[in-house]
């Protein structure tokens, strides 16, 4: 009887599910051939998906999340306006070519942009040109550190911009975000934003909005689910991929938001799979996360 007692309570404990998820997610890993690493979190909930989520992954691209978050900070200081034009100088193109659609419009550069565009195109269109204009507006890798850090988020490290990490290939790994800072920033820009609720919306509506990763954390949710994300990539060399990234906000059917962060490092997986251990590692935090266990507690 007292076996029988104790089962049950191991198998409808919030512990045991907590259990079940991280094995779930270490099994998806393990298809990435690579390095991956997990965090998530979700509000009077007990939900843990960590699979090393105090690693240092190469970030690449997810860095324009707390790039656009110092940006907004330092509008709100007044030294910045969203509508000021800003010169896109030809010192800040990366030749001979890189992802950016403003060098692809602008190829001598030499043209005023509104701040307000160059960080849309950073967000929505991940345009590297864009990304390291920006920075160099508001002081470069040291200025976005010291402002994340000072929101109560550590683990985030950014040294070199776009540029930096297209003429060096070790520059990525200067670059890191470990997945538990990810997960306590999406949730410190959800919760309890250090920005306006203004600059909150118009960043998250760009990031609802990207281009990009429709197959990482999307990839397997039900069709509709508003998800808030950035993603980041990296190239391949000798058959071997450095990073694929996402990093996002869930919204689940009752409002709550999920957020969740996976890395995958020095894959030698193809993009396709790639992105699916991504996506499924999504999948199974989300419907851990919907079930009745994780509701919020009164």
């Known amino acids: 009887m ?10 409808t404990s919030p512990f045991f599910a907590q259990t079940v998820l991280q094995q779930q997610v270490r099994t998806i890993a393990a298809d990435a051939h690579g390095k991956v690493s997990v965090a998530c979190s979700l509000p009077n909930s007990a939900l843990n998906c960590g699979l090393d989520p105090h690693a240092h992954p190469p970030m690449q691209s997810v860095f324009k999340f707390p790039l656009a ?11 910045l306006s969203l509508d000021q034009q800003v010169r ?3 010192s800040d193109r990366i030749l001979p070519h890189t992802h950016s659609p403003l060098q692809d419009k602008y190829p001598q550069g030499n043209v005023d942009i509104p701040l ?4 849309q195109l950073s967000i929505s269109e991940s345009d590297n040109v864009a990304t ?11 200025v976005v550190t010291s402002y994340i850090n000072s929101i109560g988020v550590t683990g985030f490290h950014l040294e070199d911009g776009e540029a930096g990490l297209a003429r060096d290939l070790s520059a990525q790994y ?6 538990a800072a990810a997960v306590q920033l999406l949730r410190r820009i959800s919760d309890n934003s250090p920005l306006t609720p203004e600059h909150t919306q118009i960043l998250f509506d760009w990031m609802k909005n990207t281009s990009s990763g429709s197959g990482r954390i999307k990839g397997d949710l039900p069709a509709g689910t508003i998800v808030i994300h950035k993603t980041g990539s990296s190239g391949t060399r000798n058959g071997v991929t450095f990073a694929t990234n996402d990093i996002g ?6 409002g709550r938001r999920l957020a969740i962060a996976v890395f995958v490092t020095d894959s030698s997986a193809d993009d396709d799979t790639r992105d699916a251990v991504i996506a499924r590692i999504a999948k199974a935090a989300y419907d851990q ?4 266990t994780h509701k919020t507690q009164p």
Request: hydrophobic share 50%; aromatic share 10%.
């Open 88 to 90: 896109f100088l030809p």
């Open 2 to 11: 007292h076996h029988i007692a104790l089962t049950f309570v191991l198998f």
């Open 132 to 142: 390291d204009i920006v920075l160099r507006l508001v002081g470069g890798p040291s």
């Open 289 to 292: 996360a919907i079930e009745p």
């Open 116 to 119: 307000h565009e160059l960080l």
């Open 249 to 254: 906000l869930i919204t689940l059917p009752d």
């Open 174 to 179: 200067r670059n890191w975000f470990e997945p």
């Open 69 to 79: 978050i110092t940006a907004f900070h330092v509008i709100e200081e007044g030294k």
